[in-house]
């Protein structure tokens, strides 16, 4: 199997739109918030600010607080 180099990579963030769907976000919630990540932004966190993406997130809205929505 071929692994992408990071050159590639930065090529397709720059010149790819993609839409990221996240599906299930409640079902990681727990493990998530765990791992004191609640100190940031899901968004900011795994940098999706870098893709040139629309990015769906989909969980139950009781997993959800009010700080998260963003």
Do not use: H, P
């Not at 998530?32 to 100190?39: A, L």
């Not at 966190?45 to 769906?56: P, S, T, V």
């Amino acid at each position: 199997m071929k692994q992408i180099n990071k050159e590639i990579i930065d090529v397709i963030r720059k010149n790819i739109s993609f839409v990221f769907i996240l599906d299930g976000f409640d079902e990681i919630f727990d493990k998530y918030n765990k791992n004191d990540n609640d100190k940031r932004y899901f968004y900011d966190q795994f940098n999706l600010n870098e893709w040139n993406a629309k990015i769906i997130v989909t969980c139950r809205n009781n997993n959800l607080f009010s700080k998260n929505k963003k």
